[in-house]
């Protein structure tokens, strides 16, 4: 027991030394936050929102990819880290590691909703339907050999009809986001691995090399087919149209805000709305997040007031103003749980 103390107070006089003038260049009196381009337009909103009807001013964000928030939310402790990364994904295990390593021990985690990741063009071209497989054998840097075998080959296919004889003979031609974007991670586990899936001799190389598996199945052809278009999801709205024989990998959020010029491809017959989202219909779907550094918090002033906005049945509800943006609500049970582990600040175990 008086182990455990001690390490216990050994934490916090730790972390009240990084917060100490000496440690501080300025003392700071406004949330920093970092992370997601998908949920970084849901969080400007509740920050605006707090930064309105509270006495605190309105947090800094910044859009620096799920996993370049990451790297900067584990760097350390104190005044000149932020205090809150969104995610558009899961901490991963290495990422909670480096956090550790770091002294950023006690993470808050805030699952907020689900977000689907749409395929869309400009609304002046046809809709296009796609299968997960047309997905894959599309965007994937190798693909199953033509000729049957079970092995690999450079994807070389250049037009829709290459991949699959019943889409248009149009070239391939796809804007996505970087890799450090949690919007890549999903849609490379959701879409393109789906899409790998569907060969039997894929699915069996995953127990006997799980290596050249994520390879083969999260791999993006690098040969100009698939173009990296950076973190900012509206930069690639108005490229598609500008272009409109392209494709556009992005958040529904954003779809949902540009109806009137970009719209969703079918996946797997299923057009992404609140409803496939929710009921996991739309096959390419995934959960929003943000974390929290608990040693931040009563140090920075309204972390803890922001955090009960953000969960808020006003905000997150189904009725909420977060709903109108384009995120899907969890469901009431899950918001009542979420709030109460969130209200007692429990700390995430390893995931």
Known sequence: MMIIRSVALLALATTLLYFAPSHAQTARDQISIVGSSTVYPFATVVAERFGQT?????????????????????????????????????????????????????????LIGYDGIAIANSVEEDQM?????????????RVPNPDGSASFVE????????????????DIEVLGPPPTSGTRDAFAELALEGGCKQFDWIVALKKSDKDEYKDACHSVREDGRFVEAGEND????????????????????????NSD???????????????????????????????????????????????????SEASWGEEGYLADKGMIPLDEDARTSAAESIANLEVMAEP
């Not at 037009?159 to 248009?168: E, G, H, S």
């Not at 272009?243 to 529904?252: E, R, S």
């Open 234 to 257: 509206n930069l690639i709205v108005q490229k598609l149209q500008a272009n409109p024989n392209a494709l556009g990998i992005f958040g529904f959020s954003f779809l949902d805000q």
């Open 54 to 110: 509270t006495s605190f001013k309105t947090p800094k964000i910044e859009s620096t990819g799920s996993g370049g928030g990451m790297k900067l939310f584990c760097s350390g402790i104190g005044v000149g880290y932020p205090d809150i990364t969104n995610s558009s994904r899961q901490i991963k295990s290495s990422e909670y590691q480096d956090c550790q390593a770091n002294g950023v021990t006690d993470i808050i985690e805030v």
């Open 261 to 311: 010029s970009v719209q969703p491809s079918l996946i797997e017959d299923h057009e992404p709305d609140f409803d496939t989202i929710a009921d996991g219909s739309y096959p390419v779907s995934r959960p929003l997040y943000f974390y929290v550094k608990k040693a931040h918090v009563g140090v920075i002033p309204g972390i803890a007031e922001y955090l009960t906005e953000f969960t």
């Open 129 to 141: 339907s796609l299968s997960l497989k047309d997905i894959y054998l599309a965007l994937a840097k």
């Open 155 to 170: 994807n070389t296919y250049q037009t829709w009809a290459d991949v699959n004889p019943v889409l248009p003979a149009k």
